[in-house]
């Protein structure tokens, strides 16, 4: 007996994994809003009720309820895209990632049910061991979507990895810079409940740039096989962007110890994105070299 395909063909797997991770940043970014308008406490510091039943009273309320709404929907998101994963027996690396994210989103849920209930079911929930461990957390689970969807992606790129690398890095680089901007270093902007999602967001995009390089390294051909070289490069990249991340969210107190700390992150990110920039445009050059004088041969 024949099967119907009711699934239209836009709707494939690798763009549903896309579009999940991208809801992911935006809930990260929500998050960040919330607790940056003060609404993270603004539901009585009750959870999963607010103001004393299922629907807000108050602006703030809203937002922490938006929030929590938000978030549910996109947990069932990441629920499908593991099964989804499984069911279509995907490779290996898109199983385990979007597993992983799956695995971990119960931890995050619990996390956040403890961050806003200052007097609700857990004492001192709204302090800064919970608000690190609730955004180290979602980042897990963002780097891990992330991953599995480029995984997702492979064998449906144009261009070959080489050019993709070289393409990812100055985007990765100019986004550091964007980032830089919207932080509170140099203060060109009011560090508020504008301006911090859009930081987050803009550290979340990078943070994905960067993964995305560092993938297409491990899928370069032979002739390109000293893009291996950047991958150390683009680790520490990485890890210096999670402090950057993690001081973005008032974990410590901004002194100006703190911030000068702060902007030497920043520059070491920019000096390591721009060195691995500069290798992967060595080896493009390598390679031309090579193919043109096969050609004049």
């Not at 409940?193 to 995305?212: D, E, K, R, Y």
């Amino acid at each position: 007996m024949l099967r119907t395909r009711t699934r239209p063909d836009w709707f494939s797997f690798r763009r549903f994994a896309a579009f999940t991770t991208a809801s992911t940043a935006l809930l990260m970014m929500l998050g960040i809003y919330t607790a940056a308008t003060g609404s993270g406490l603004a539901c009585s510091a009750q959870w999963p009720l607010c103001d004393n039943g299922l629907l807000p009273q108050t602006v703030p309320s809203f937002i922490e309820w938006f929030h929590r709404l938000v978030a549910m929907v996109i947990g069932f998101q990441i629920l499908g895209t593991a099964a989804w994963a499984w069911k279509r027996n995907s490779k290996r690396s898109v199983k385990l990632s979007t597993t992983l994210a799956l695995v971990v989103l119960p931890l995050q849920v619990s996390i956040g049910a403890v961050t806003v209930t200052l007097s609700g079911l857990v004492p001192n929930g709204y302090s800064v061991p919970t608000q690190a461990a609730h955004f180290v957390v979602a980042l897990t689970i963002f780097g891990a979507l992330t991953y599995g969807t480029l995984r997702a992606y492979d064998g449906h790129f144009r261009r070959s990895a080489l050019e993709r690398v070289n393409l990812a890095l100055p985007a990765a680089l100019a986004l550091v810079g964007v980032a830089a901007l919207l932080s509170r270093v140099w203060g060109v902007f009011s560090y508020g409940s504008t301006v911090q999602p859009l930081f987050v967001g803009s550290m979340l995009v990078t943070i994905a740039t960067l993964v995305a390089a560092l993938v297409w390294t491990t899928q370069a051909s032979a002739t390109q096989a000293s893009l291996s070289r950047l991958r150390p490069l683009l680790v520490t990249a990485l890890g210096l962007l999670v402090l950057i991340a993690l001081l973005g969210r008032d974990l410590v107190a901004y002194t100006p110890l703190v911030r000068d700390i702060n902007a030497l992150l920043f520059g070491l990110t920019a000096l390591v994105v721009a060195a691995a920039t500069w290798l992967a445009r060595r080896v493009n050059t390598a390679e031309q070299a090579t193919t043109h004088g096969v050609s004049g041969d």
